[in-house]
């Protein structure tokens, strides 16, 4: 009912419109329109009320609701099921627990905070309150175990196509980083459950950096992470950067799965890729490895030169990989 009056607000923006009509239209008293009114204008929605002439939508919030979502996303199936929070420890952690009780493919999991946000190893995810895009997939592809790591440069890719649309050219840092300007403005993580031969789920957990300031960021951050507004110097609308990522990644995902193939992911990894041609540090498990990054495998692996000339493949999920000059 609230998003019925929300979205008749929401159609006339330059009226009052009044109690009685709302409560005829919609077939509820006027005490539940304004009981429904003040949930709105709990939540951030700034109403005008006047007594008899009625409510008016003055200004929308910043937020990353399902009202606000869920009209402008063109998606067939994710984010159908929107579990929206204000405040989580960890969407990735929620989203685990979602696929265990059986929650559908495509369902996310989005908070507007993180207060324990996770990154790869354990690391931590900072995600300061309304400035990013923190949010969770849920996948339930009927792939082996072993293929599920391929899935992160679905995210990548998804990721890069969105800010290529809003005209910011980022590049890729195998697997799971996007980069602006030599620092990182998002960070991927793919967490899976199954046994060998059979995967029971995917949680893809992306995190951007938006509307971060850069006095934010503290110390140590500011000098590997950045956002899109300290690149640009503007407020990018995280509410059309998400609509936009989620159709993306539902492109790819659908060809991955319909198809089996990652051509267009692995295509756009390539000719985006900050590593390829460079010379890095794999990191095996705390022990460092020089190596010059040749190319990316069509399976998604990284095919890299040690300094003995010999040639291996590095599956995601296995290493990090820390150029040897700066951050990538
Ligand atoms: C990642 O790990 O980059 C994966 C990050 C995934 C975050 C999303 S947000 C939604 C979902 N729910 C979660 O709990 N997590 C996911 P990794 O490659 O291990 O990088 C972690 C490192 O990035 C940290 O050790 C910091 O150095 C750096 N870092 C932390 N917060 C950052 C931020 N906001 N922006 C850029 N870098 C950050």
Not at 161 to 177: A, H, R, V, Y
Not at 213 to 223: D, F, G, I, Q
Not at 257 to 271: D, P, S
């Amino acid at each position: 009912m609230k998003e019925k009056i929300l979205k008749a607000l929401k159609e006339n923006p330059d009226k009052f419109l009044s109690g009685e009509m709302l409560s005829k239209e919609l077939g509820i008293t006027r005490a539940a329109i304004w009981k429904h009114i003040n949930s709105l204008k709990a939540e951030g929605y700034e109403i005008d009320s006047v007594s008899k002439k009625g409510y008016k939508l003055i200004d929308v919030p910043d937020l990353l609701t399902k009202d606000e979502i869920l009209p402008r996303l063109n998606t067939k199936y994710i984010g159908k099921t929107y579990v929206y929070h204000s405040k989580i420890d960890s969407t990735n952690k929620k989203a685990k627990e979602l696929a265990t009780d059986g929650f559908d493919e495509g369902t996310i999991v989005i908070s507007e905070e993180q207060s324990l946000g996770r990154g790869r190893l354990g690391r931590v995810w900072y995600s300061p309150r309304g400035k990013g895009i923190w949010v969770s997939i849920i996948l339930k592809p009927n792939i082996p175990t072993m293929m599920a790591p391929r899935i992160t440069l679905i995210g990548a890719a998804a990721v890069h196509s969105t800010l290529e649309e809003f005209g910011i050219k980022s590049e890729i840092k195998w697997p799971n980083d996007i980069i602006l300007n030599n620092k990182k403005v998002c960070g991927i993580l793919t967490e899976m459950s199954g046994e060998m031969d059979k995967l029971n789920y995917i949680v893809m957990g992306i995190g951007i950096n938006v509307n971060t300031e850069e006095n934010e960021l503290e110390n140590e951050l500011s000098k590997i992470a950045t956002s899109l507004k300290i690149e640009y110097g503007k407020e990018v609308c995280r509410k059309q950067l998400l609509c936009s990522l989620l159709k993306h990644f539902e492109d790819f995902y659908d060809d991955f799965k319909e198809y089996g193939t990652l051509e267009n992911v692995i295509n756009i990894c390539k000719k985006n890729s900050i590593l390829i041609g460079k010379e890095v540090k794999i990191i095996y498990y705390g022990k460092e490895v020089a190596a010059k990054v040749i190319d990316i495998e069509d399976d998604g692996e990284l095919i890299v030169k040690y300094d003995d000339g010999t040639v291996g493949k590095v599956l995601s999920g296995e290493v990090s990989v820390r150029g040897l000059y700066g951050y990538v």
